[in-house]
């Protein structure tokens, strides 16, 4: 067999089982329709039998044969463990793209303040910024490295502990300065709170429930305010003035130092449950790539 002319043709063959056609499948390879024809038809040439039943009309113009059909699990997963072995090769370079998952939120409020040092640092890495509320698969992504919130615990990934926080309320700084408005935590319940969605049931993520309860304040409906499913937005609406919300220390850190947000009765702790971690697949902890970023993570981190 002539593998790089056939490793082709079954590339083409693949993509048009699983479109059930070859206009579909030319647009997932970036081809004309009339090339993975032409690419199916010299596999079939080769092994001399058809792959396909073909309809001039009807919804599916390309149906499998029955032994294209008993291949096909096995083509897919060679073509798949080739596509890892090629992004292994990739990955074992210090240049290239470094694929990085993060949250909208903390990719504002803490990482891209940030990565002008990284690049300083790793001026021949391009970093790939994936922002996603989800978590992501890292292999059929082709993700390198993530920040996640959470408790430390995601299957098939190691996960570094970054950064643990505190939660504790904030507001603007025209609204801190009222006089006698507030003066000890029951007064927040007279304000309009702002609630965090963005990880709403998750367990452990921190609630004002938690934050009263710990202050003391117990006894009171705190489901009514603004809520909000971006954690950025959430102090974005603390610093315009429309509430008080309950910030977590990592995400409010420049915020409070630039003056835009005034932290509410410092005296009280409270620690969150969740912490920030640095996620990967562990075979590839060594990669020059993601080890630099990580050690970067790390670093910034204690800063």
């Known amino acids: ?154 299957p098939g990934l190691t996960a570094d502990k970054l950064m643990d926080e505190e939660i504790y309320p904030v507001c603007a700084p025209a609204l801190a300065g009222q006089r006698g408005r507030l003066r000890q935590p029951a007064d927040l319940v007279r304000e309009t709170l702002i609630h965090d969605l963005s990880m709403d049931g998750h367990a452990g993520f921190p609630t004002w429930d938690v934050w009263l309860d710990k202050a003391g304040v117990t006894g009171t409906a705190t489901a009514r305010g603004l809520r909000i499913n971006n954690s950025a937005a959430v102090l974005q609406a603390a610093a315009e003035g429309h509430g008080i919300a309950l910030a977590r220390s990592v995400m409010a850190r420049d915020d409070l130092a630039a003056g835009r947000l005034v932290r509410l009765f410092p005296h009280i702790a409270v620690a969150s449950a969740l912490a920030y971690y640095a996620v990967y697949r562990p075979e590839c902890a060594s990669l020059p790539r993601l080890a630099a970023f990580r050690d970067w993570l790390m670093q910034e981190a204690r800063g």
């Open 1 to 154: 067999m002539n593998a790089p002319v056939q490793l082709n043709a079954l590339r083409a063959f693949e993509a048009s089982a699983r479109h059930q056609s070859f206009s579909a499948a030319a647009a997932e390879l970036h081809v004309t329709p009339a090339a993975v024809g032409q690419l199916v038809r010299s596999l079939e040439d080769w092994l001399g039998t058809p792959l396909f039943h073909r309809a001039s009309s009807g919804r599916a113009r390309l149906v499998a044969t029955p032994t294209a059909e008993r291949a096909l699990p096995d083509i897919r997963a060679g073509l798949d463990r080739l596509a890892l072995g090629w992004q292994r090769l990739q990955e074992g370079s210090a240049n290239g793209v470094l694929t990085v998952t993060v949250s909208p939120a903390f990719a504002a409020k803490w990482l891209l303040p940030r990565i002008d040092r990284f690049q300083s640092a790793w001026p021949d890495t391009d970093v790939l910024l994936d922002t996603n509320h989800k978590p992501v698969d890292f292999v059929a992504q082709h993700v390198d490295i993530g920040v996640r919130y959470g408790a430390g615990h995601w």
